[in-house]
């Protein structure tokens, strides 16, 4: 009798020991998948969704994402910070609203005269968030940045400007290689807030007031037009140094040719955080 009962209580604890041992086991598969072990790091996940193809007909016929364009379904620049990746499209280049999303855009190979180059802000897979140059401000976009669609290179410079400073900041791995003070625009043509960044380097051959200009990737709030050209943004030099510390431009950014002589060092694709 004795023996039965202590048999019975053994095979007890045998069948609560699988038991435990069953929920650990399923406990420890929920962990591991809700930490990202597996799912989409086994299967590379959205980042290694490929786009559907695209006719070269159909790609002729989106818009071109350069400053003379306009994006108003574009997704807003998200903020944060950026990878420090900047990317040239060797060919002309699908922009889409997300990962595997909807065509919005195609990023030419050549932006007013100068090789395109944009800074990456995200990174998922395959896929890349450029900052575009076009209206409106702050729009992006994703590429599917295989090796074989895009050139990639690693910029470690910025430029900060400061409007209410008057001051404008080269940085390299966020050390100051220099500041200067500049001239921003007039209360109502006011310099635009944003990330922009540098799409082009072109030498000034209509007007006098500066060597080079430096196109920027962000437009006028309040010219839709100047010079007959779309409002882009730019950074340049100026006859005299009478703008500096003031804001008497119709949005560009004025600086002195010490500063210039800087810039134009500085990389394509280089991000301007206007502040």
């Excluded at 609203?97 to 990023?107: M, R």
């Excluded at 005269?113 to 575009?132: M, N, R, Y």
């Excluded at 200067?180 to 625009?185: A, E, H, L, M, S």
């Excluded at 050209?229 to 600086?255: E, L, Y």
Aim: hydrophobic share 35%.
């Amino acid at each position: 009798m004795d023996d039965r009962r202590g048999t019975s209580r053994a095979r007890g604890r045998i069948r609560s020991v699988r038991l435990v041992a069953a929920a650990s086991a399923a406990l420890l598969a929920l962990l591991v998948s809700a930490c990202g072990g597996g799912g989409d790091e086994g299967t590379g996940g959205a980042g290694a969704v490929k786009p559907a193809a695209i006719s070269q007909e159909d790609l002729t016929k989106l818009p071109d994402a350069t400053t003379y364009g306009d994006l108003p379904g574009a997704p807003k620049d998200p903020g944060g910070d950026g990878t420090g990746t900047v990317l040239h499209p060797k060919q002309d280049l699908v922009v889409y609203s997300q990962v595997d999303g909807e065509p919005i855009a195609k990023l030419p190979t050549r932006q007013v005269g100068s090789p395109t180059w944009v800074p990456v802000i995200a990174e998922q897979g395959e896929w890349a968030q450029v900052l575009l140059p076009t209206r409106p401000n702050g729009a992006s976009g994703w590429v599917h940045a295989t090796d074989d669609a895009v050139e990639s290179a690693t910029n470690d410079y910025a430029v900060i400007v400061d409007r209410d400073a008057f001051r404008l900041e080269i940085t390299k791995n966020g050390e100051s290689l220099g500041s200067w003070t500049i001239g921003t625009g007039k209360p109502e043509h006011p310099t635009p807030k944003g990330r922009a960044y540098i799409i082009a380097s072109i030498k000034e051959t209509v007007n006098d007031y500066s060597p080079i200009v430096l196109p920027l990737s962000y437009h006028s709030d309040s010219h839709e037009t100047f010079g007959g050209g779309p409002g882009t943004v730019g950074i340049h030099t100026w006859p005299d140094n009478s703008f500096v510390g003031k804001a008497t431009s119709d949005g560009c950014i004025r600086v002195t040719q010490e500063a210039l002589d800087q810039l134009v060092k500085l990389p394509l694709g280089t991000i301007v955080d206007i502040v």
